[in-house]
């Protein structure tokens, strides 16, 4: 697809250089297709906890953007792609608190409040996939919604 | 430089991030977007500092930062951590409005930092006296 905030893309997320990239493309997009300051920092703020998760746990991926438009509004589709071991209790993993490793566990919890579509498939062996999508100027879910 | 220059421009504080002393308090500034590493080097060069110089407190500058996530958070919050083991306090100043909105949505309270408006707010915090002041003894506020 191609729009005004640009066509769809993909970026590799195998270093903490690359969360940088991923954190700043994030917010030149949401910038390009009018979020407002707010918005733009929860989109890249989720997008720094899902694709560290990809690096630490995923052994690294890809993250794809998307850039959406809907009767009108314009949304941004970010994917995250790994191919490591999975996650076998989804949700014990969105969890606030939970964490396999030395972080707080409020990355996938956190990432899903923040943002107004969120979507995890995964299986053990099988990697790991989280598609999320917000839209320009629609109200955040209420918390009982997450 | 003279080598192609990537896009995008890393922050200018990706590399390291110097703790500067003034008088009893630690001051670091944090600038644009850091390397997960830098993070955590600014981590122990402030374990270090403090314990080397006996500060009362550290401030840390947070205004030319336009993300926190719960990896800086951690890291944060466990600065405070560690400094409140070596008898100091940590002041968080300038938080950008939309970077403590989305905090509150991630979920992150940040326990054990206090927060101040202005540098100067947060030294008068941490030593109790208006800032700037003469260089004197350790004096601290009651907590
Ligand atoms: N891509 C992934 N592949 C495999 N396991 C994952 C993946 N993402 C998350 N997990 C698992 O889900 C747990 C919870 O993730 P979450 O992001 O909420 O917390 P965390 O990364 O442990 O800590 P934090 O994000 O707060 O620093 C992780 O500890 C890990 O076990
Ligand atoms: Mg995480």
Request: proline residues 6%.
């Amino acid at each position: 697809m191609d729009t005004a905030a640009g066509a769809q893309a993909r970026l590799p997320i195998r270093s903490d250089m690359d969360l940088m990239w991923v954190r700043q493309h994030v917010r030149q997009m949401a910038a390009a297709l009018g979020f407002g300051l707010v918005d733009q920092t929860k989109l890249v703020t989720a997008a720094s906890e899902l694709a560290r998760n990809t690096l630490v746990y995923g052994g690294g991926g890809t993250m794809e953007t998307t850039p959406l438009a809907e009767g009108g509004t314009p949304g941004l589709r970010l994917t995250f792609r790994d191919e490591g071991p999975g996650i076998a209790d989804l949700e014990q993993a969105l969890q606030d608190g939970f964490t396999s490793g030395e972080g707080l566990g409020m990355g996938l919890g956190g990432a899903r409040r923040l943002v107004h579509e969120f979507a995890i498939e995964s299986s053990p062996g099988a990697g790991t996939t989280v598609r999320v999508t917000s839209w320009v100027g629609r109200p955040p879910l209420r918390r009982e919604e997450v | 430089m003279n080598e192609a220059v990537p896009w995008p421009l890393p922050g200018p504080a990706t590399g390291h991030v110097p703790v500067l002393r003034l008088g009893d308090v630690l001051l670091v500034t944090l600038q644009g977007d850091l390397y997960d590493s830098t993070a955590e080097q600014l981590q122990r060069d402030l374990a270090e500092a403090i314990a080397r110089s006996g500060a009362a407190g550290v401030v840390i500058d947070v205004s030319g930062v336009d993300v926190v996530d719960s990896f800086l958070g951690r890291i944060l919050a466990e600065i405070a951590g560690q400094a409140r083991l070596l008898a100091a306090r940590t002041v968080l100043v300038g938080m950008r409005p939309a970077v403590a909105i989305t905090l509150v949505e991630l979920g992150l309270t940040l326990p054990g930092l206090r927060t101040a408006l202005s540098t100067e707010a947060a030294m008068e915090l941490l030593t109790g006296r208006a800032w700037p002041a003469r260089s004197g003894g350790r004096h601290r506020g009651s907590p």
